[in-house]
């Protein structure tokens, strides 16, 4: 089992930057692939990025492609998200998750989730 605290939300003006951190408690952070989520008022959860437990393989929502980054540290037991370019559209929570089902983008795939994380990106 692993537990998830995102942190590093705020307000951000668009074209500005934002990194999120997830720290992990756990033993076995490691064996986790890990995901972000983002929800916003009204929507559903959507899947924003993807990194596999190695940190070798990655994938990424079309929106954000070329503007946000994923990354890991498992000695550290961290997952990170860097948000650069930011629009008023990624005005959302953001959730980092531990996937432990077969889909890489689907919500339900992903067991253990933080709390989220406020981003709010104004015009």
């Known amino acids: 089992q692993v ?18 951190s997830c720290a992990a408690s756990g033993r076995t952070f490691s064996g986790y692939d890990m995901g972000w989520f983002r929800q916003a008022p009204g929507k559903d959860r959507e899947f924003v990025a993807y990194i596999s437990w ?38 959302a929570v953001y959730y980092c998750a531990a996937r432990t089902g077969s889909s890489l983008n689907t919500a339900a795939n992903y067991k253990y989730w933080g709390q989220g994380t406020q981003v709010t990106v104004s015009s």
């Open 54 to 91: 190695t940190g070798g393989s990655t994938e990424y929502t079309d929106s954000v492609k070329g503007r946000f980054t994923i990354s890991r540290d498992n000695a550290k037991k961290t997952v990170s998200l860097q948000m650069n370019s930011l629009r008023p559209e990624d005005t």
């Open 3 to 20: 537990q998830l605290v995102e942190s590093g939300g705020g307000l951000v003006q668009a074209g500005g930057s934002l990194r999120l």
